[in-house]
């Protein structure tokens, strides 16, 4: 006698299988249902918590099918015990190098114009440096660029690299920038009036950065068209908590940071 499987659903009314993906720590993924997209921070028996960037927690019931992975539907499953882990990266998307010491200090050295520039660079580059032996400096301003970089005396074990706010034809901090001429020191920038500029708006849930009018300062315009509170101090600490990766950050500054990185580790 023929034999007939138990289930009669018609095979093209029956769900594709969908891959199984460990559940591992920093792993994205999106729920379908509220939208929620953030990082595995943690998975438990049923259950998954995800961090947005934000640093908002969600928790999600394990489902089958419940989750989309760069767009793909996937099913969430806890990771092995004891099964090997997965390579992490560090902020600026390098592969990370657990339990690395910081390299004794180069002779080189990285200025860029101002703290909040520091900040941001530390924030996302700071495992590399560290791990490079790269030390960041601040300038406050680059009118004196020529004679810093003639003091600095840069040299083949010894380069110094500079990132400038606001690097375009015919501003005056590219004519600066053209009077220094070592071959032993690069100076490179990025297009945008502040550093702030260089956070990328949808991180911080804002459409564009305001456009403000010549004259006025920058930064508090800023606070005032976006409705924040004039205390640039406080407004700069807020977009820095929202970095959280280079993935927050325009594609004009991290391509900058990375050749100056290149060019002072050589």
């Given at each position: 006698m023929r034999?007939?499987?138990?289930?009669?659903?018609?095979?093209?009314?029956?769900?594709?299988?969908?891959?199984?993906?460990?559940?591992?720590?920093?792993?994205?993924?999106?729920?379908?249902g509220t939208g929620f997209c953030g990082a595995v921070i943690r998975c438990?028996?049923?259950?998954?918590?995800?961090?947005?960037?934000?640093?908002?927690?969600?928790?999600?019931?394990?489902?089958?099918?419940?989750?989309?992975?760069?767009?793909?539907?996937?099913?969430?499953?806890?990771?092995?015990?004891?099964?090997?882990p997965r390579p992490t990266r560090t902020a600026s998307g390098s592969v990370a190098?657990?339990?690395a010491r910081a390299r004794v200090a180069r002779a080189g050295r990285?200025?860029?114009?101002?703290?909040?520039?520091?900040?941001?660079?530390?924030?996302?580059?700071?495992?590399?440096?560290?791990?490079?032996g790269v030390v960041v400096e601040y300038l406050e301003g680059v009118d004196d660029l020529p004679s810093i970089v003639a003091d600095f005396s840069p040299g083949p074990d010894a380069r110094l690299g500079v990132l400038v706010d606001?690097?375009?034809?015919?501003?005056?901090?590219?004519?600066?920038?053209?009077?220094?001429t070592s071959e032993h020191a690069l100076v490179v920038g990025h297009p945008y009036i502040d550093i702030w500029e260089a956070v990328k708006p949808s991180?911080?849930?804002?459409?564009?950065?305001?456009?403000?009018?010549?004259?006025?300062?920058?930064?508090t315009g800023v606070c005032r068209a976006l409705g924040w509170p004039e205390n640039t101090g406080a407004a700069?600490?807020?977009?820095?908590?929202?970095v959280r990766s280079y993935k927050d950050l325009e594609p004009a500054l991290l391509g900058r940071v990375e050749e100056l990185i290149d060019f002072v580790t050589v």
């Open positions: 034999q007939y499987s138990p289930d009669l659903t018609p095979p093209w009314k029956k769900p594709k299988p969908v891959p199984e993906v460990p559940a591992e720590p920093g792993l994205v993924v999106e729920e379908p438990e028996a049923g259950t998954v918590t995800l961090e947005d960037r934000f640093g908002k927690h969600r928790v999600f019931p394990l489902e089958p099918r419940g989750f989309l992975l760069e767009g793909r539907v996937v099913t969430l499953v806890r990771p092995a015990a004891g099964g090997p190098v657990p339990g990285i200025y860029v114009e101002g703290r909040h520039d520091a900040e941001l660079v530390e924030k996302v580059w700071g495992d590399d440096l560290r791990i490079e606001h690097l375009v034809p015919g501003s005056k901090e590219s004519r600066i920038a053209a009077s220094v991180s911080l849930g804002i459409e564009a950065w305001p456009r403000i009018p010549h004259g006025q300062d920058w930064k700069w600490q807020a977009i820095l908590s929202r």
